[in-house]
């Protein structure tokens, strides 16, 4: 971020900590934490949120309270999680092939080139199962956005970025 690019951020991110501020004691809680970080168009994960905030060394949300400095630290990384999670996001819709906004183990397999019980298709069984918050046999964008984020495989899977046109078929026409 080049520096007027960034004095527009930090003005942009001082406004908004002084709204949330409710009891005007220069310090956000939690539940203002979370409120002002939406306002600045950051959607994070609880898990994202909860690992955002232990880097202050908060282990519940009851202890937070950041000062104006650590919120724009913190809003600052919250960004770049964000823009993450949109990359994740990006991929999910690539592996949504019947976009009902589920991933089923059949559309990684199918996606994989994986076979029906080949000891691949038992790896990814057990990893969605592992994913499946709700246990529904799915994956939805959630399940797949913590899994992508806050795991060593799936940030290493997240790297790789995934997108729509990557898949279309330069010689077909539109």
């Known amino acids: 971020m080049d520096s007027k690019a960034q004095a527009e951020f930090d003005k942009k991110a001082q406004a908004i900590f002084f ?3 409710k009891n005007e004691n220069g310090m956000l809680e939690f539940a203002e934490l979370k409120a002002a970080l939406s306002c600045m ?3 994070l994960t609880p898990s994202q949120l909860n690992t955002l905030i232990s880097v202050y060394g908060y282990s519940s949300e009851s202890e937070v309270e950041v000062d104006v ?3 724009l630290n913190l809003a600052l990384q919250a960004q770049s999680m964000q823009a993450s999670r949109d990359e994740v996001k990006a991929a ?3 592996l949504d092939l019947n976009h009902d906004r589920k991933i089923s183990k059949e559309e990684f397999m199918e996606f994989l ?3 029906s019980g080949s000891p ?3 790896a990814l069984e057990m990893l969605v199962n592992a994913c499946d918050a709700d246990q529904d046999g799915t994956l939805n964008v959630d399940e797949f956005a913590e899994y992508c984020l ?3 495989e799936g940030c290493a899977m997240a ?3 995934v997108h729509p046109s990557d898949f279309v078929d330069s010689n077909s026409s539109a």
């Open 19 to 21: 709204k949330f501020d």
């Open 41 to 43: 168009c950051v959607d």
């Open 69 to 71: 400095s650590q919120f």
């Open 92 to 94: 999910f819709e690539v």
């Open 113 to 115: 080139g994986i076979s």
């Open 120 to 122: 691949d298709a038992i």
């Open 150 to 152: 806050n795991t060593r």
């Open 159 to 161: 790297e790789y970025s």
